[in-house]
């Protein structure tokens, strides 16, 4: 059997990891700007995390949510207070995508409506209800035209109101800052709009902050840069360091009715013990702040290029925007200095590195980029 061919791949196939590093089948060391599209947050394979990990495996590794799992009350302790969250609510499930299905099911439950106000250019995922929230033709099935999702543009208030206005929309999702299509940050007085008129009409507003989530921005999550709380909050890539794992946060408004959600292997033990390790060095290394620094310091030394037109993000979820192709200086950047980046469209160079990137690794980054571009 062959695998189904829908994946771009470059020919590297990483072995060992540690930090910001990766190790090739060659002996080759690369260092990683990419994190397997944001999943690493800690870095990889932090000692912490391979321990947490292995002492799970070594008592329980799997058992269904039938039963108490104290490890999820745990979790939920800690994250509410990593996260300033600690009168929410936390559902467990297993990836980005799922987690904003069940963001826009629960609206829906909540409001009894079933339209859906996203944005374009958004990227909530590919399952089929998530991909439904996404405007772009190279993704969306035929499949996905049963459901009710109407696209306004980012930063279009007067749009938005128009919609809700109509009395049928059970919720607004919207992403901390937009990240596959193209590091867009909605201002902060878009956020507090949104949030202002979700309020005035009663529609859910939920928080995508799947990719800008768990610290990348500088803040534990990128919508707190602007002040407002969402009534969900969905949660997955960096929150179990590349263990699948996904979450929603849910405001004490939101009553739980039994059955209403589920899972088999949401918040499963070593889901829950690889993301209690994250929480615990996400605090203990102090990573939301390095991430704010060390993004910082990369945006202020892009080198000037006129390639460049743009350089947009916040904290370590960064993007390129080039008036270029980047597929030959992002392949330089791999095969010529053994750096990894990531895409976002055919112009942007996307980093989304793990939080715990020094400024020595985003100065070697700094000077490859300088002589790939030279
Ligand atoms: N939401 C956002 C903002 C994302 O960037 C992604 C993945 O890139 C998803 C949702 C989907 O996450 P997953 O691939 O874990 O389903």
Not at 2 to 21: K, M
Not at 210 to 222: C, D, E, H, P
Not at 310 to 321: A, H, N, S
Not at 343 to 369: D, H, Q, W, Y
């Amino acid at each position: 059997m062959e695998l189904f061919d829908v994946y771009s791949l470059f020919d590297v196939i990483p072995t060992t990891a540690s930090g910001c590093r990766i190790w090739d089948d060659k002996g080759t060391g690369y260092l990683d700007l990419y994190g397997g599209h944001a999943v690493i947050s800690i870095g990889h394979s932090h000692p912490t995390y391979i321990k947490a990990l292995t002492d799970q495996v070594n008592k329980i590794g799997f058992y269904s949510n039938s039963v108490v799992n104290p490890l999820q009350q745990e979790l939920s302790h800690k994250l509410g207070e990593v996260s300033g969250y600690e009168d929410y609510f936390l559902f467990l499930d297993n990836s980005g995508a799922e987690s904003n299905e069940n963001a826009v099911k629960l609206a829906s439950f909540h409001t009894g409506k079933d339209r859906v106000i996203a944005f374009h250019r958004s990227f909530h995922g590919r399952t089929s209800g998530a991909v439904a929230l996404t405007d772009n033709p190279a993704i969306v099935s035929p499949f996905n035209s049963h459901h009710k999702v109407t696209f306004c543009d980012l930063g279009d208030l007067a749009g938005v109101e128009k919609e809700l206005s109509e009395g049928d929309v059970a919720a607004v999702i919207i992403e901390g800052i937009q990240g596959c299509g193209g590091i867009h940050l909605p201002s902060e007085s878009f956020f507090k709009g949104l949030s202002e008129l979700c309020h005035k009409y009663g529609a859910v507003l939920i928080l995508d902050e799947v990719q800008s989530g768990y610290g990348r921005t500088g803040m534990f999550f990128a919508h707190q840069w602007a002040g407002i709380r969402p009534d969900i909050i969905t949660m997955g890539k960096g929150i179990a360091n590349g263990f699948p794992c996904g979450g929603i946060l849910i405001s004490p408004a939101f009553k739980a009715v039994k059955g209403m959600l589920g899972t088999t292997f949401g918040g499963n033990y070593l889901a829950m013990a690889a993301a209690l390790a994250v929480l615990e060095v996400i605090s203990s290394e102090k990573l939301v702040q390095n991430a704010a620094e060390v993004g910082e310091y990369i945006m202020k030394n892009i080198p000037s290029d006129p390639r460049i037109k743009e350089v947009r993000g916040r904290g370590l979820m960064i993007g390129l925007d080039f008036n270029v192709e980047i597929a030959s200086i992002r392949k330089s950047l791999l095969f010529d200095k053994h750096i990894f980046t990531g895409v976002a469209g055919k112009n942007m160079i996307r980093l989304l590195p793990p939080l715990c990137l020094s400024k020595k690794e985003a100065a070697t980054f700094i000077s490859a980029l300088k002589e790939v571009l030279a």
